[in-house]
């Protein structure tokens, strides 16, 4: 019932061809929020759904490592949203402490007293997160910890045995074999990119429940589908920035779709680094 009715209020919302800048910018800014605000399920996302269920069964501890840009932090953020009394979810940010770690979960779980000392907080922590009902543990951004936080979640899950799932880049896996920790955390879920099918299946989604513009830009067919699959490695994030501007420009252009020379050109030059004018004439 929720995809019908953003379906139907996306139609409404779009106007006709011929848009004013500030119909433009509205149409952009609604797309913009949709991306942000709706989960878009993938197979990839559902069966990463599907591990992370098993090791709250099994009380096991884990891994997701994949690269940059693939939705690993938006499918974390859903799967705890789905389930918030019983999913913690926290982001940790550069050189993150055992401190600031654990201050975060416990305001996660919403605990009284979220602040303290280090030697304080995480047997706090170990004594309120199966008290609170908490089957998981999510820590967002993991490469970011430093190994004094990795020790202390190693200790913290061996006291209350509540699974914790660690997710990063590569570079995660090399801090914690250099730690001597990569069994503590030893299931592994790899997080690609997109499947062929995957991602044309993704791009439908997309067109019809987020776009929803009055012409059809087949995002899943043909050179357009080449275009997106090839810029984009069939990784989410670089797919919603490009296609969230060449929306914009298309609509600048008087179209109702998405154009697919506008796309081509917006797609070829998006993360692309500078050259300088003499060098480029230079190469050519």
Known sequence: MARSQLTTQSFVEVLAPQLDLKDQI????????????????????????????????????????????????????????????????????SASSSKRLFSQILKDINHAAPTGKRQDLRPRLAGSLELFGLEIVIIDNAENLQKEALIDLKQLFEECHVPIVLVGGKELDDILQGCDLLTNFPTLYEFERLEYEDFRKTLSTIEFDVLALPEASNLGEGNIFEILAVSTNARMGL??????????????????????SILEKIASRYGRKYIPLENRNRNG
């Open 26 to 93: 509205a149409k952009t800014i609604d797309i913009e929020e949709l991306f942000r605000t709706c989960f878009i399920t993938t197979d990839r996302a559902s069966e990463c759904f599907k591990w992370l269920d098993e090791l709250r069964i099994l009380k096991q501890c884990g891994r997701v490592i994949g690269p940059r840009d693939v939705g690993k932090s938006r499918a974390a953020l859903h799967y705890r949203n789905e389930d918030k009394k019983r999913v913690s979810y926290v982001k940790a940010w």
């Open 239 to 260: 797919l919603v920035k490009i296609l969230t501007k060449a929306v914009l420009h298309s609509l600048k252009n008087g179209f109702s779709r998405v154009d697919e």
